[in-house]
């Protein structure tokens, strides 16, 4: 499934978030591929990735310790599907 998901970081700066980001790249691996990801703006940041194993994606976010780090940094994320015509 291919997703996008939008960032939106108040508490840190994008790079301060994207090295927490890629220090989740094992975890990642294990539940999306061919991610790629885009700085809007230093408060924004745009993840592309398809995702094949959507029930770790769901717990993975939803887990207390994702929460806290969403809380720390200040982060919503905003999850789409995205589908071919």
């Given at each position: ?31 999306m591929r ?52």
């Open positions: 499934m291919n997703t996008l998901i939008i960032v939106k970081i108040k508490n840190t700066t994008y790079d301060e978030w994207k090295k927490k980001f890629d220090a989740d790249a094992e975890v990642q691996s294990q539940m061919n991610t790629i990801v885009g700085k809007v703006d230093d408060e924004t940041a745009m993840i592309s990735t398809e995702v094949f194993n959507p029930d770790m994606v769901g717990q993975f976010m939803s887990s207390d310790e994702f929460r806290q780090m969403e809380k720390e940094l200040g982060l919503s994320h905003e999850v789409y599907q995205l589908t071919k015509n």
